[in-house]
């Protein structure tokens, strides 16, 4: 099934109600802010590479307070303009042409186009899933101006067809997103999971800013197509998903945080034996791992995930923020619940 007729199932019953308006801007403007994720239950490989379909579901938490700002107005040009940060980007550019791809989606021919103006707090491409809050605050801007008043679910559904992260990012605190087993997708969506934690802390450590050597698209695809390892991911992620589960209901930090390091590492470890080898461990990266493995040894309960790029997430509880501050000065350290 191609995007364009997924949208079209999502888009079944508002089109019944209102016609071929909801193809038409119904406001000037449109404005949305999304959170980032970051899973703890990562998502790697697709059942299918055109809708974003998940080989298994996953189970994030929202950085609050960092995520993308999008504000849409309409552009009287003939094409769509994406500024990012304040710059405007070259049409060139692979970001923009996804972008324009996903309006596509929306768009009967050339009826109208867009100033997209998104403002992110958090590094482009560097492993902070900026593309996973980038299409959740998009899709969210597009529900506000094309007034089509979505569920919660169908916008999970659509943003994945932009990005299968950004499924998750349209929500506060904990997020599971399901699998599904349907070949159209319309099972696979996010959902938030009722429960808090106000002690928990994330900090993100940066080892660089450089945009990733190789896409998450490409890196999932190869690891599929070439990691013997791949086959136990599934397995894997079963397993810790029940552990997950209890760790949430019992409130077990050290099961969470460290069932979250495992899975990450996991991940890593099928993507080292693809071939060519994918690596995103820089050096740096390697030692701030052995550098919270000592902090562990020595009784720090500190523990860290990492994504599709060299920077890790150092996952923490309240009591021992200072610590963890003073082994890393430079931590941006975010509280996962704000009250
Ligand atoms: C995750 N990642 O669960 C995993 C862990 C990176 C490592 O989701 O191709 O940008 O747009 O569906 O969502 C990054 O992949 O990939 C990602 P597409 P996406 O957060």
């Known amino acids: 099934m191609k995007k364009f007729d997924a949208v079209q199932l999502i888009f079944q019953p508002l089109l019944q109600q209102k016609g071929d308006s909801v193809w038409q801007p119904q406001r000037e403007k449109g404005l ?13 490989g697709k059942r299918d590479e055109e809708l974003n379909l998940p080989m298994t579901s996953s189970l994030s ?23 990012l940060n304040g710059e405007a980007l070259s049409p060139d550019s692979q970001f923009v042409k996804r972008i324009k791809a996903y309006l ?11 100033l997209i103006d998104i403002q992110l707090n958090i590094p482009v491409a560097a492993g902070v899933a900026s593309s996973a809050c980038g299409f959740a605050s998009l899709i969210s801007a597009l529900n506000d101006m094309f007034v089509w ?22 929500w506060t605190g904990f997020v599971e997103w399901h699998a599904g087993v349907q070949s159209d997708g319309m099972d696979s969506y996010a959902e938030p999971l009722k429960m808090e934690w106000s002690d928990l802390y994330m900090g993100i450590l940066l080892v660089t ?15 599929i197509d070439s990691s013997v390892l791949y086959a136990n991911w599934p397995r894997k992620v079963a397993r810790d998903m029940v552990i997950f589960r209890q760790a949430l209901q019992a409130k077990n930090f050290s099961l969470l945080a460290g069932t979250a390091e495992s899975n990450a ?24 791992m052995q550098r919270v ?11 860290f995930t990492q994504d599709a790029g060299p920077n890790l997430k150092l996952i923490f509880t309240g009591k021992n923020k200072d610590k963890v501050v003073e082994a890393f000065p430079d931590l941006d350290v975010v509280k996962l619940f704000v009250e």
């Open 265 to 288: 590492l996991t991940m890593h470890a099928t993507m080292l034996s693809c071939w060519p080898p994918i690596c995103y461990f820089m050096p740096e990266t390697i030692a701030a």
């Open 149 to 170: 008043q979505l569920s919660m679910r169908d916008l999970s559904l659509l943003a994945r067809l932009g990005s299968g992260s950004a499924a998750r990012s349209l």
């Open 32 to 44: 949305a802010f999304a959170p980032t994720n970051i899973a703890l239950c990562k998502y790697w």
């Open 61 to 83: 938490v929202a950085l609050p307070e960092k995520g993308s700002m999008t504000h849409l107005s309409l552009h009287n040009k003939n094409e769509d303009v994406v500024v």
């Open 293 to 303: 493995w000592q902090l562990r040894r020595d009784g720090l309960e500190l523990y």
């Open 209 to 223: 800013r450089e945009e990733k050597s190789i896409s998450s698209r490409e890196a999932m695809q190869r690891t």
């Open 104 to 114: 596509d989606l929306f768009r009967q021919e050339n009826t109208w186009h867009l």
